[in-house]
């Protein structure tokens, strides 16, 4: 089965920068776009970024200039390069994936990032 694993959260302050990753498992990797998403409390989870199989990206307007989504087949691996990070990024942050030709939604189990002075 499907599973995505998030990890490189933590508490940072502002200004300051992290690096998420998502590995993932029992999925060809290469074939499928992955995303970003993050849910801060008492919101909705809201796509922060997304790349495609061939490497396109997109990002939220909140993320532009300051992070940078990215993946590694080889590792079967996605990042996201948090930089210049500010108190309204605190959030839960999640990989996700949507398998075809099923449709069906994957996510992992959320990274929380604080930040924070």
């Known amino acids: 089965q499907v599973q995505l694993v998030e990890s490189g959260g933590g508490l940072v302050q502002p200004g300051g920068s992290l690096r998420l990753s998502c590995t993932a498992s029992?999925?060809?990797?290469?074939?499928?776009?992955m995303d970003w998403y993050r849910q801060a409390p008492g919101k909705q989870r809201e796509l922060v970024a997304a790349i495609s199989s061939g490497g396109s990206t997109n990002y939220a307007d909140s993320a532009k200039g300051r992070f940078t989504i990215s993946r590694d087949n080889a590792k079967n691996t996605m990042y996201l390069q948090m930089n210049s990070l500010q108190p309204e990024d605190t959030a839960v942050y999640y990989c996700h994936t949507r398998l075809w030709p099923s449709g069906l939604d994957y996510w992992g189990q959320g990274t929380q990032v604080t930040v924070s002075s």
């Open positions: 029992g999925m060809i990797f290469r074939l499928y776009a």
